[in-house]
């Protein structure tokens, strides 16, 4: 990013085929890695650990291949703000639904 | 990053074609540059895509809901599901979109030969996809485990006789809660069809696009559509990367 052009376009920031490999294995890695976990007993941990590494996963996915590392602020702040959002709104949901019945179970 | 900021310009004022300047035929008049262009199309993009996060994020809320209150009936009617064709599923999705961003790559540098490789290979590993899909949906069909009239209970109430079952030495479900069932199965087929039905629009943009990059149309400094493409591409490859955990991986060891 040195590069004054490419502080010019960062939109055209091109990213090198190496990266891209090692994205593609690290992917690999993280499905096998979520099959192996799901047959392990872990309680409630199963569902945060299935849920942490498909995050991972969506997250390499996002910074590398759709190029979010690299991109303009606009939209890093773009991506973000969805994913604030989106959180809010399950977060939010999800509270009402789990607690409408608290106590009479 | 662009420097929108500039935007006083007196050089477009005429609303024909002699203003002198040069510049690429795939700038539209309304962009200050090239840059400006592009960066206006990502943005968009990201904006369609955070609909569509939005569009499943409700999906996703409802199957976490009813897989709170149904939990036995979710994780017995997740054991009809195969790991392996999910898994494969899994995997062939992940290489599509590395080949596609390799496409990205190849239009970039300005190499036809390479792009049109990576567009037909990300096709190809699209239709691999929908086909297993075909597999595990047929195999519910003849099961039937497709939510309605003739829903069959059958595999939750005495699993003994079911192979899936067996092989996860489930106990039989009580007749309320292996109605449920359906609930996991209705979710199953909303959420996996509804990608699905990415899967089949992105297909058909990736012949298209097939097609344009015979042509050189990509590998001539224009990626704006590419690379956009890819976006939605990868965006589709996240969607199942959560539903796979989601829907195959709930419980593999009781």
């Not at chain 1, 969506?58 to 590398?64: D, R």
């Not at chain 2, 939605?232 to 955990?245: E, Q």
Request: glycine residues 6%; charged residues 15%.
């Amino acid at each position: 990013m040195t590069d004054q052009k490419e502080m010019e376009s960062a939109s055209h920031h091109v990213v090198s085929p190496k990266i891209y490999v090692i994205i593609l294995f690290a992917l690999i890695l993280g499905t096998a890695a979520t099959v192996w976990a799901s047959f392990l007993e872990l309680g409630p941990w199963n569902p945060v650990i299935a849920l942490a590494i498909a995050t991972g996963k969506a997250m390499l996915v996002v910074l590398y291949f759709m190029h979010v590392k690299y991109s303009s602020k606009l939209t890093k702040l773009t991506v973000f703000a969805g994913i604030f959002t989106f959180l809010t709104l399950i977060g939010m949901t999800l509270a009402d639904y789990f607690s409408r019945a608290w106590g009479q179970w | 990053m662009s420097d929108s900021t500039a935007i006083a310009h007196d050089a477009h004022a005429a609303p024909d074609h002699g203003h002198g300047e040069a510049h690429p035929t795939y700038l539209r008049h309304h962009f200050e540059n090239v840059e400006q262009q592009a960066d206006a199309a990502g943005f968009a993009m990201w904006i369609f895509l955070l609909t569509e996060v939005m569009f499943f994020g409700g999906l996703f809320t409802a199957y976490l809901i009813y897989r709170n209150w149904y939990y036995p009936a979710f994780v017995a009617a997740s054991h009809q599901l195969s790991v392996v064709w999910g898994t494969t599923n899994t995997a062939v999705l992940i290489f599509s979109s590395f080949t596609m961003a390799m496409g990205v790559w190849c239009a970039e540098t300005r190499r036809r030969k390479g792009l049109v490789l990576s567009l037909c290979l990300t096709f190809l590993l699209g239709l691999v996809f929908l086909g297993i899909k075909t597999i595990e949906y047929s195999e519910k069909i003849e099961k039937h485990h497709v939510p309605g009239f003739h829903y069959n209970l059958s595999s939750f109430l005495d699993p003994d006789n079911d192979a899936a079952a067996k092989a996860a030495s489930d106990k039989a479900l009580p007749l309320d809660m292996a109605r449920h069932t359906e609930v996991y199965f209705s979710l199953y087929f909303a959420m996996t069809g509804m990608h699905a039905l990415h899967m089949i629009i992105g297909i058909a943009i990736l012949g298209y696009m097939i097609f344009r990059a015979r042509a050189g149309a990509y590998t001539s400094g224009h990626v704006t559509f590419v690379e956009n493409f890819g976006l939605y591409w990868h965006f589709v490859d996240i969607i199942w990367i959560y539903l796979f955990a989601l829907l195959y991986l709930i419980s593999r060891h009781q």
